[in-house]
T-cell receptor
Framework: AQKVTQAQTEISVVEKEDVTLDCVYETRDTTYYLFWYKQPPSGELVFLIRRNSFDEQNEISGRYSWNFQKSTSSFNFTITASQVVDSAVYFCALSGVIQGAQKLVFGQGTRLTINP | DTAVSQTPKYLVTQMGNDKSIKCEQNLGHDTMYWYKQDSKKFLKIMFSYNNKELIINETVPNRFSPKSPDKAHLNLHINSLELGDSAVYFC??????????????FGPGTRLTVL
């Protein structure tokens, strides 16, 4: 069975600090995809990034970076120089195909609070 | 232009009532989904539709019945609402069917409160 664990339920930091959100996953698939979504206080779910299982190159987008390590089944997300607008719940998700259909399994989410 | 839209945004109703939530996507996607987010923010898939056909039905009570009149619309009808149905319901869509690589785009959510 597929499973995603985000062990950090809540994180609180002061603005401009760097913060890393952890994501550990379990799957028996050899090919799979991992996603991060952001849910700001307004409630919508915003897609951030998709990563496939055969590309371990780290990705950077502005202040956001992602570290994928297949050996430890982890896909961690780092925000550099955090800002108040980064306050949100962040979800890691694992994608596979079950019964012919794509299925996203989400972690429990990490609530990130950036204090001014 | 809104890619995935849902109506209503908020729904407050009494136990035992029947209610519907509507979802529309203008992305030209083939596949649509309903998710439930509980009070602890846990997100779980309920249904998956491909081009109007039901593909996945997770262990959801029969009181929940999705309907897809065309591939751009997926509605959720809930009969005999119970207190435990209170949650945020998200609609989502993805471009193709059956691809783990596809990105799912979510609607703004409908917060359902059953009193």
């Amino acid at each position: 069975a597929q499973k995603v664990t985000q062990a950090q339920t809540e994180i609180s930091v002061v603005e401009k600090e760097d913060v890393t959100l952890d994501c550990v996953y379990e799957t028996r698939d050899t090919t799979y995809y991992l996603f991060w979504y952001k849910q700001p206080p307004s409630g919508e779910l915003v897609f951030l990034i998709r990563r496939n299982s055969f590309d371990e190159q780290n990705e950077i987008s502005g202040r956001y970076s992602w570290n994928f390590q297949k050996s430890t089944s982890s896909f961690n997300f780092t925000i550099t120089a955090s800002q108040v607008v980064d306050s949100a719940v962040y979800f890691c998700a694992l994608s596979g195909v079950i019964q012919g259909a794509q299925k996203l399994v989400f972690g429990q989410g990490t609530r990130l609070t950036i204090n001014p | 232009d809104t890619a995935v839209s849902q109506t209503p945004k908020y729904l407050v109703t009494q136990m035992g009532n029947d209610k519907s939530i509507k979802c529309e996507q203008n992305l030209g996607h083939d596949t649509m989904y309903w998710y439930k987010q509980d009070s602890k923010k846990f997100l779980k898939i309920m249904f998956s539709y491909n081009n109007k056909e039901l593909i996945i039905n997770e262990t959801v009570p029969n009181r929940f019945s999705p309907k897809s009149p065309d591939k751009a619309h997926l509605n959720l009808h809930i009969n005999s609402l119970e207190l435990g149905d209170s949650a945020v319901y998200f609609c989502a869509s993805s471009r193709l069917f059956g691809r783990a690589a596809d990105t799912q785009y979510f609607g703004p959510g409908t917060r359902l409160t059953v009193l």
